[in-house]
């Protein structure tokens, strides 16, 4: 046997050993697994690289922080909120008190949600807000669309987590427990019973239909007024020469402000006032079984109906920024911190008695000792 491969005696253990490979062999050996492995180390990075630089790309053009900020506070907002309608209509209203339960969902949903955002973006979760905000100066146009897109997105999977949460309940909900003939269909309206995935029946768990009696005007002019009055209230609520609350209270505010809006104005096609939490949930639906109907609607008093919940609360919007900026915000007074001699004169001005440090005395400003 060769020097190379001569065995050597046994050990203690009784196992023998190999000598070991020459010098030579074994760079060469270590240099090719070196190489071999610089290699694959070498387009792992490369990949690595690629893809974060897509990443990252990505995340800039959609203001990356901003737009997951804006899709997780919709998703909750739509997740509490239609869970609230799923519950309602698949227990028959046996279960909760609807009009109550729907609105308590919708109001905490988007108090939990304006928490979630309210220190990135503001706290939109609603296109019609992120315009009225563009409006102002508030918030960048250039962001609008990424916004927008985050906030659709953000409703569309909210719309399969509560389709998974109650799938079964859904597949064993019976035909004939769908409305027929009541504030949902007229009289005058078909159905042919044979299945409860019809816009009509649990279709109106994601989306918004009008009433029977409702027509093309009144429907758009319920969701005008309802995201007036929403817009209305958020620009008072954040007015900081106004009564404007403590930070930590605002999404609280507005939370309330929208189970106020739902308790007032939800009887005639379910105040929708949000583009993003309609649309996303409709083309949810429409994927998953309910069709096409579910923007033709041929059974509803108005047909093709989608459309009025996603362009009616963006003029709502509009006229709420435009009327409150005209009518409160411009006739605000000057901001003044200290007293100002040369404006003894003007009222509008003039700040009223002057402290020094706390637990000094009052003293009043010399214009008037």
Not at 22 to 37: I, L, P
Not at 252 to 261: P, S
Request: proline share 7%; glycine share 10%; charged share 15%.
């Amino acid at each position: 046997m060769s020097e190379k491969g001569r065995l050597l005696p046994q050990s203690k253990s009784g196992s023998y050993y190999t000598e070991p490979h020459t010098a030579r062999s074994r760079r060469q050996m270590d240099g090719f697994q070196d190489g071999w492995t610089q290699r694959v180390r070498t387009s792992w990075r490369q990949a690595v690289g690629v893809v974060n630089r897509a990443w990252y790309r990505a995340v800039g053009l959609l203001h990356g922080r901003e737009f997951f900020a804006e899709l997780l506070a919709t998703f909750t907002l739509c997740t509490f909120g239609n869970g609230a309608v799923a519950q309602t209509v698949l227990s028959q209203g046996t279960f909760t008190n609807s009009e109550l339960s729907i609105n308590i969902g919708y109001g905490f949903g988007v108090m939990l949600g304006a928490y979630i955002s309210i220190g990135i973006t503001g706290g939109h979760m609603n296109p019609a807000v992120t315009l009225a905000m563009a409006l102002r100066g508030k918030t960048s146009w250039v962001k609008v669309l990424p916004y927008w897109l985050a906030q659709y997105l953000g409703a569309f999977i909210s719309s399969a987590v509560v389709y998974g949460v109650y799938i079964d309940a859904i597949n064993s909900f019976p035909p004939s427990a769908c409305p027929n003939n009541t504030r949902y269909l007229n009289s005058s309206m078909s159905w042919d019973g044979n299945s409860s995935k019809t816009p009509l029946c649990t279709g109106r768990i994601w989306a918004t239909y009008p009433a029977p009696y409702l027509s093309l005007a009144n429907g758009f002019l319920d969701q005008v007024i309802g995201t007036f009055l929403l817009l209305l209230g958020i620009w008072a609520i954040c007015d900081s020469q106004n009564s404007e609350p403590k930070a930590g209270m605002k999404p609280m505010l507005i939370g309330l402000l929208l189970w106020g809006i739902g308790g007032a104005f939800g009887y005639n096609c379910g105040y929708a006032i949000n583009p993003a939490r309609d649309f996303g949930p409709r083309a949810f639906t429409a994927m998953a079984g309910w069709g096409r109907d579910v923007f033709t609607c041929h059974n509803c008093s108005v047909r093709q109906w989608w459309w009025v919940p996603m362009t009616a609360p963006l003029v709502g919007a509009v006229l709420a920024t435009l009327i409150y900026w005209l009518l409160i915000e411009s006739l605000h007074p000057p901001k003044q911190t200290r007293y100002d001699p040369s404006s003894v004169n003007n009222p509008r001005q003039y700040v009223p008695p002057i402290y020094d440090e706390p637990g000094a005395t009052k003293r009043t400003s010399p214009a008037f000792q």
